[in-house]
Nanobody, 122 residues
Framework: QVHLVESGGGLVQPGGSLSLSCEASGTALVYFSIGWFRQTPGKEREGVSC??????YYEDSVQGRFTISRGEAENTVHLQMNSLKPEDTGVYYC?????????????????WGQGTQVTVSS
């Protein structure tokens, strides 16, 4: 298990931006595929984005607005969120070992962080 800690959540107005960070303890995240999931009110937990050694994936509703990237420090991953909408409100979780199979939703078989709250509201 990898210990993950998310940060960067908060309250932002619609159209605003937030940058989430995920920091791992005791390991370099470059060895893992890293992703972000979110739990939004009234919906099931869903995968938002995943970065592997050679590709990135974005859920349709965030494509073009969110960008996942590995940090300069080997134990960090970031999620830049722009043009935020009220429906992006939720708890965002950093995960390891994410993958996207054809025809299936984004999944994770690895570790999860405790989550960080993102609220988009005027």
């Amino acid at each position: 298990q990898v210990h993950l800690v998310e940060s960067g959540g908060g309250l932002v107005q619609p159209g605003g931006s937030l940058s989430l960070s995920c920091e791992a303890s005791g390991t370099a995240l470059v060895y893992f595929s890293i992703g972000w999931f979110r739990q939004t009110p009234g919906k099931e937990r869903e995968g938002v984005s995943c970065i592997t050694s050679g590709s990135t994936y974005y859920e349709d509703s965030v494509q073009g607005r969110f960008t996942i990237s590995r940090g300069e420090a080997e134990n960090t991953v970031h999620l830049q969120m722009n043009s935020l909408k009220p429906e992006d409100t939720g708890v965002y979780y950093c995960v390891t070992d994410c993958f996207k199979a054809p025809g299936a939703p984004l999944s994770s078989t690895g570790s999860w962080g405790q989550g960080t709250q993102v609220t988009v509201s005027s």
